[in-house]
């Protein structure tokens, strides 16, 4: 049995473990959507989730306190004036998993971490227009 097991090491050191984590929840916060494996998601959300909640009350406090986690100091500020304001009025669960399937290679379960206000049509309506100013301009 395995008593009071807090977190899923995913077979890595530490250091390398906590390099992995502070990389995939910047990633997250700034794509606001990632794919990985379902462990990964599932230990990464825990931090995303810890963060997005301090970053509710922008004081100079929580800002330090989520820095010590986030390198990036772009995503840093997206965190405290769009993602943090966006999610208000949410009581927790501000990531949803979405599952894609399988790998090819070594068949581990592949999923699609992502905020839940996440809006795919503004992705799409993004790529519309890079391509089209390239052909506006030619």
Request: hydrophobic share 30%.
């Given at each position: 049995?395995?008593?009071k097991v807090g977190f899923n090491p995913l077979s890595r050191t530490t250091a390398h473990r906590r390099a992995m984590t502070r990389n995939m929840v910047t990633s997250l916060l700034r794509f606001e959507r990632i794919t990985t494996t379902k462990a990964k998601a599932l230990e990464v959300r825990r931090a995303a989730e810890k963060l997005i909640t301090?970053?509710?009350?922008d004081s100079v406090h929580n800002r330090r306190e989520a820095a010590k986690f986030i390198?990036?100091?772009?995503?840093?500020n997206k965190l405290?004036?769009?993602?943090?304001p966006r999610m208000k009025d949410r009581n927790g669960?501000?990531?949803r998993v979405?599952?894609?399937?399988?790998?090819?290679?070594?068949?581990?379960d592949v999923v699609i971490l992502e905020l839940v206000d996440y809006n795919l049509?503004?992705?799409?309506?993004?790529k519309k227009a890079k391509t089209a100013a390239?052909?506006?301009a030619k």
């Open positions: 049995m395995n008593h301090r970053s509710k009350v390198q990036d100091e772009k995503v840093l405290f004036t769009e993602i943090g669960g501000y990531t979405l599952k894609l399937g399988f790998r090819q290679g070594d068949a581990a049509d503004s992705e799409a309506s993004e390239p052909k506006a």
